[in-house]
């Protein structure tokens, strides 16, 4: 049992680590449908947030088992600060590849209640974006309309009501992202 009463830690605690073999491929954890996991180890958790972005269906957690608040304290551990860069660009590509309407990405990591942080462990956000957003639209918008480019950055920013993950999206979600993730993840891993 966590120590922190953290929501993050309760859900790594619920979570075994998990390594495929070749006669479990698709027999995942329990767990794993419980909190729309896509990967876990014995150091990191992903899994879809509960409250997606509202330009996102696509938005993903990765959170360090252990029990850290901000990114800076990941300086102390090794596993965790040696895997982290090559998990996140797994998570990127995985979210490009195994949807036709994504092509690009935030990675979004805040750190602390000034910056926005609002669970109080550490966790970044991956959020994939639709190629059907209108991209072109905020290079039409007038430099001096500052209403129409606040507009545009909330959309992007997902400022505003979020609606919980629809549960049968998040199974087909998190079903071809954890084949793509666990397909991949030893080769990254093994470049470490």
């Known amino acids: 049992m966590n120590q922190y009463h953290c929501v993050f830690c309760?859900?790594?605690d619920?979570?075994?680590?998990?390594?495929?073999?070749?006669?479990?491929?698709a027999q995942y954890p329990p767990s794993f449908e419980t909190h729309n996991i896509i990967l876990s180890t014995s150091t990191y958790l992903a899994f879809l947030d509960?409250?997606?972005?509202?330009?996102?269906?696509?938005?993903?957690?990765l959170i360090p088992r252990r029990h850290v608040v901000r990114l800076s304290e990941l300086v102390d551990l090794l596993e965790e600060?040696?895997?982290?860069?090559?998990?996140?660009?797994?998570?990127?590509?995985?979210?490009?590849?195994?949807?036709d309407d994504v092509?690009?990405?935030?990675?979004?990591?805040?750190?602390?209640p000034a910056a926005g942080q609002i669970v109080p462990h550490a966790h970044f956000h991956v959020i994939a974006r639709s190629s059907s957003l209108n991209t072109q639209e905020i290079q039409t918008i007038e430099p001096d309309n500052t209403q129409e480019r606040l507009r545009f950055q909330l959309?992007?920013?997902g400022k505003g009501p979020r609606q919980d993950l629809d549960g049968d999206?998040?199974?087909?979600?998190?079903?071809?992202?954890?084949?793509?993730?666990?397909?991949?993840?030893?080769?990254?891993?093994?470049k470490l």
């Open 81 to 99: 600060r040696t895997q982290l860069g090559g998990i996140l660009a797994l998570l990127s590509r995985a979210l490009c590849e195994c949807f």
């Open 50 to 61: 509960f409250q997606p972005l509202v330009s996102s269906i696509y938005h993903v957690l």
């Open 14 to 25: 619920s979570v075994p680590a998990y390594t495929p073999t070749p006669s479990s491929q």
């Open 10 to 12: 309760s859900i790594c």
């Open 103 to 112: 092509e690009d990405f935030n990675i979004v990591q805040n750190n602390g």
């Open 155 to 157: 959309l992007i920013y």
């Open 169 to 190: 999206a998040a199974t087909k979600v998190c079903h071809r992202l954890r084949s793509y993730m666990y397909k991949h993840l030893p080769k990254v891993l093994s």
